[in-house]
């Protein structure tokens, strides 16, 4: 299943009066002109996120890159539509609301940078586990507890040498909830006016070039 993100690009109606007094034949292609300016602000914009690390400084999922390589714009008349198809969680990031399991009890919340970005069902050594944090008792997934052993190398004899070099596993790797609420992060986006003004830059410049004659810059074509 795929979710859409669809930003409406809306305020541009001088740009739209500008339209009205050119060549009818250059309005389609100033429209798609349009169209690609906003897509390309929202990659440059998902771009830049995507350098930015995390709150916890974990390894990078390179999700608003993923999300960069998703925009798509839709022309349809006067209507400028910019999509971001991807990846899954985007959505949610942006509008917020509450997260609640499907076809599961829990949802699982990374509590290691080693969880960060994946599914539990990727680790094969969880177990389930109650955790005393806070004065709280939390369910939790932690790994379970192992010993680690290093071999030596082959004797004469043909045995080997057997070192024990610890116990490993214990932590916690995720957090089990019932239920999340995730507060809408409209920075993920640019703004209407960071919007609004590079369409209207990208495509007066374009327009421009087409009336007096000369190609269209190559941001804008």
Same mark, same amino acid.
């Given at each position: !299943? ?31 002109? !349009? ?139 995720? +957090? ?29 410049? +374009? ?15």
């Amino acid at each position: !299943m795929s979710f859409r993100t669809t930003i409406e690009v809306t305020g541009v109606q001088e740009l739209q009066r500008r339209l009205d007094e050119v060549p009818k034949t250059l309005v389609p292609q100033a429209r798609a002109v !349009m169209g690609r300016s906003g897509a390309n602000t929202v990659r440059r914009h998902l771009s830049a996120r995507n350098l930015l690390p995390n709150k916890r400084s974990w390894p990078k999922t390179n999700f608003f890159a993923q999300a960069a390589r998703s925009v798509s714009s839709k022309v349809d008349g006067s209507d400028i539509n910019i999509d971001v198809t991807g990846p899954v969680g985007f959505r949610q990031r942006y509008r917020g609301g509450t997260i609640t399991p499907k076809n599961v009890k829990f949802l699982t919340l990374p509590a290691a940078p080693e969880a960060y970005g994946k599914r539990a069902r990727e680790f094969s050594n969880l177990r389930f586990a109650i955790i005393e944090q806070d004065g709280k008792k939390r369910p939790a997934l932690v790994q379970a507890e192992a010993t680690q052993f290093k071999l030596g190398r082959k004797r004469k004899d043909g045995s080997r040498k057997l070192t024990v070099l610890g116990e490993t596993g214990g932590g916690v790797m995720y +957090w089990l909830v019932r239920r999340a609420n995730q507060a809408p992060d409209p920075s993920v986006l640019p703004t209407t006016e960071v919007l609004i003004a590079a369409i209207a830059r990208d495509t007066n410049a +374009w327009l421009a070039t087409k009336l007096n004659g000369g190609a269209a810059p190559g941001g804008a074509s």
